[in-house]
T-cell receptor
Framework: GENVEQHPSTLSVQEGDSAVIKCTYS??????FPWYKQELGKRPQLIID?????GEKKDQRIAVTLNKTAKHFSLHITETQPEDSAVYFC?????????????FGTGTRLQVTL | KAGVTQTPRYLIKTRGQQVTLSCSPI?????VSWYQQTPGQGLQFLFE???????NKGNFPGRFSGRQFSNSRSEMNVSTLELGDSALYLC????????????FGDGTRLSIL
């Protein structure tokens, strides 16, 4: 089955700096890659997603890039703010037609310091 | 539009008991997926339901089961509870499943004593 690896497990940046989280996936059939942000004690919140027919997608300070050949995708957060502190999960969806099955990475704990 | 609603938020059970968790998807969403979240294993897929049918299943024992009703609400049942079943159980809904965005509920935190 699909396997998603995520790095780093923890990341500390100063406010205003950029943060990059990287994920690799194993199954070349995967074609949907969402990113979730989970604050302590709260639900995972979808922050951005990308499909395999697109190489990059941006939404204000957040961007995701996808390299299908290398089977990796990355989350980029620019001008980080304290409220960006959370655990971020990448995921990949194996293309099984209509069925949904997200395989998640192990998470990255991002700490934005003042 | 109301989000995904899960009840109850917290549950305490003892080994050997069974438990039923409930999930109401976002209005209009027909696909409901369940995930288990633990510190050690992270987020793991349990199963997905669409139009009252299980469409996909993860690698969990048969003690974990679910169902979906005609109004798309879903329940998950765990029988013969084990200490290792202590986890946050999350439900996510999407319009039709497939590779459409999934939106999570707040989860049910299950503790086994």
């Amino acid at each position: 089955g699909e396997n998603v690896e995520q790095h780093p497990s923890t990341l500390s940046v100063q406010e205003g700096d950029s943060a990059v989280i990287k994920c690799t996936y194993s199954d070349s059939a995967s074609n949907y890659f969402p990113w979730y942000k989970q604050e302590l004690g709260k639900r995972p919140q979808l922050i951005i997603d990308i499909r395999s027919n697109v190489g990059e997608k941006k939404d204000q300070r957040i961007a995701v890039t996808l390299n299908k050949t290398a089977k990796h995708f990355s989350l980029h957060i620019t001008e980080t703010q304290p409220e960006d502190s959370a655990v971020y999960f990448c995921a990949a969806s194996l293309n099984t037609g209509t069925a949904s099955k997200l395989t998640f990475g192990t998470g990255t704990r991002l700490q934005v310091t003042l | 539009k109301a989000g995904v609603t899960q009840t109850p938020r917290y549950l305490i059970k003892t080994r050997g008991q069974q438990v039923t968790l409930s999930c109401s998807p976002i209005s209009g969403h027909r696909s409901v997926s369940w995930y288990q979240q633990t510190p050690g294993q992270g987020l793991q897929f349990l199963f997905e339901y669409f139009s009252e049918t299980q469409r996909n299943k993860g690698n969990f024992p048969g003690r974990f089961s679910g169902r979906q009703f005609s109004n798309s609400r879903s329940e998950m049942n765990v029988s013969t509870l084990e200490l290792g079943d202590s986890a946050l159980y999350l439900c996510a809904s999407s319009l039709m499943g497939g590779n459409q965005p999934q939106h999570f509920g707040d989860g049910t935190r299950l503790s086994i004593l």
